[in-house]
């Protein structure tokens, strides 16, 4: 059984960074893709970032809102995800989640692509 333990969420002012990290055990960490998503109040939840190591070569999507601001990295040999992410706007506030499904090749970035979850993290960002 899969289990992700996210952690590192807290309140930051505008401008600030926070690195938030994901412990995941149950699963062989290159044979999953694994994703950040974010839920705000009242919105629905949205992808952040996801890894994939598919195909040739690791293939790391970004929405384009965090796009230059936000690092998702992972470490198989901690089997941990990490989410590190500079530049923080008030609009980035958010329940942010680690999220991971085995591999087939699908694009894995929608919440229904996704059948393992953390109980997520709070991000409060400040103006």
């Known amino acids: 059984q899969v289990q992700l333990v996210e952690s590192g969420g807290g309140l930051v002012q505008a401008g600030g960074s926070l690195r938030l990290s994901c412990g995941a055990s149950?699963?062989?960490?290159?044979?999953?893709?694994l994703g950040w998503f974010r839920q705000a109040p009242g919105k629905e939840r949205e992808i952040v970032a996801r890894?994939?190591?598919?195909?040739?070569?690791?293939?790391?999507y970004y929405s384009d809102s965090v796009k230059g601001r936000f690092t998702a990295s992972g470490d198989d040999d901690k089997n941990s995800l990490y989410l590190e992410m500079n530049g923080l706007k008030p609009e980035d506030t958010a329940v942010y989640y680690c999220?991971?499904?085995?591999?087939?090749?699908?694009?894995?970035?929608?919440?229904?692509?996704?059948?393992?979850w953390g109980q997520g993290t709070p991000v409060t960002v400040s103006s």
């Open positions: 999220t991971a499904a085995a591999d087939y090749g699908l694009a894995y970035i929608i919440p229904h692509d996704y059948d393992s």
């Open positions: 890894i994939s190591w598919s195909g040739s070569a690791n293939n790391i």
């Open positions: 149950g699963l062989t960490f290159k044979r999953y893709a």
